[in-house]
């Protein structure tokens, strides 16, 4: 899509496209998110805002996670390829971006590479998608449990996680929700744990959006201002 205008009278917008469809065809798959000044200049503030797109099956995915920069243009980029499954045929989009003042423009377009990728057939599966109170020494561990049973020709799988910390409720100690350099920790099966490093240098900006307005070169909980929050597989 092109052109959508995403401010605060319209915080959400659907698109759709039609994508290549070829099994075990493309090993890449480059999204490029950019965003441009509406007429009355850019957003001041960093926003969360996502792509999500609506699989055959009628679920919502978000497959980008992205904070809008302080006020000025950029570009970004991340490799979807492990979204495959998803990004075939005609795709229902959705952009998003909870905002107070003139927004942005959004521009998503997609480059499929040729290549053999490592499995011919996945599948995602949505395990977590909620605010979580990070910061609140009475309940140090907010997240449910989620139990999944593989399909029984599964060969590999990745845990994808998105963990961007934002807002000032009332159990923010110590500022963990933005500025908190935290190391979470997921149990697999009770035994086998990894480590989440859940902190992000935003000088030089990850996704070279820079300069900026405002505080953009802090580091920050999971993200920066201006640019794509990247998974931890």
Same mark, same amino acid.
């Given at each position: 899509?092109?052109?959508?205008?995403?401010?605060?009278?319209?915080?959400?917008?659907?698109?759709? $496209?039609?994508?290549?469809?070829?099994?075990?065809?493309?090993?890449?798959?480059?999204?490029?998110?950019s965003v441009t000044c509406p007429g009355g200049g850019c957003d001041p503030?960093?926003?969360?805002?996502?792509?999500?797109?609506?699989?055959? &099956?009628? &679920?919502? +995915?978000?497959?980008?996670?992205?904070?809008?920069?302080?006020?000025?243009? %950029?570009?970004?980029?991340?490799?979807?390829?492990? *979204?495959?499954?998803?990004? !075939?045929? =005609?795709?229902?989009?959705?952009?998003? %971006? @909870?905002? @107070?003042?003139?927004? *942005?423009?959004?521009? @998503?377009? +997609?480059?499929? =590479?040729?290549?053999?990728?490592?499995?011919?057939?996945? =599948?995602?599966?949505?395990?977590? =998608?909620?605010?979580?109170? +990070? $910061?609140?020494?009475?309940?140090?561990?907010?997240?449910?449990? +989620?139990?999944?049973? *593989?399909?029984?020709?599964?060969?590999?799988?990745?845990l994808k996680l998105v963990s961007t910390g934002h807002g000032w409720g009332?159990?923010?100690?110590?500022?963990?929700?933005?500025?908190?350099?935290?190391?979470?920790?997921? !149990?697999?099966? $009770? $035994?086998?744990?990894?480590?989440?490093?859940?902190?992000?240098? %935003?000088?030089?900006?990850?996704?070279? %959006?820079?300069?900026?307005?405002?505080?953009?070169?802090?580091?920050?909980?999971?993200?920066?201002?201006?640019?794509?929050?990247?998974?931890?597989?």
């Amino acid at each position: 899509f092109d052109g959508l205008w995403l401010d605060s009278a319209t915080p959400s917008i659907i698109a759709s $496209g039609n994508l290549p469809s070829y099994v075990g065809a493309f090993d890449t798959i480059i999204a490029t998110l950019s965003v441009t000044c509406p007429g009355g200049g850019c957003d001041p503030w960093d926003r969360v805002a996502s792509v999500d797109l609506m699989s055959h &099956e009628g &679920e919502w +995915f978000e497959v980008i996670r992205y904070i809008t920069p302080y006020g000025v243009p %950029c570009s970004h980029s991340i490799n979807l390829a492990d *979204y495959t499954s998803l990004l !075939q045929g =005609k795709v229902t989009f959705r952009a998003n %971006c @909870l905002t @107070l003042t003139n927004g *942005y423009l959004y521009e @998503l377009k +997609f480059d499929f =590479k040729q290549g053999a990728p490592a499995h011919n057939y996945s =599948k995602v599966t949505r395990v977590w =998608k909620e605010i979580y109170p +990070f $910061g609140d020494y009475a309940n140090l561990q907010p997240v449910p449990d +989620f139990s999944f049973t *593989y399909p029984a020709l599964t060969v590999a799988s990745t845990l994808k996680l998105v963990s961007t910390g934002h807002g000032w409720g009332t159990l923010n100690t110590n500022n963990a929700a933005e500025f908190y350099n935290a190391t979470h920790d997921i !149990q697999v099966n $009770g $035994g086998n744990t990894f480590s989440q490093h859940n902190w992000t240098t %935003c000088n030089p900006n990850p996704d070279d %959006c820079s300069p900026q307005n405002g505080t953009w070169t802090y580091n920050r909980a999971g993200w920066c201002p201006g640019s794509i929050a990247r998974p931890f597989d």
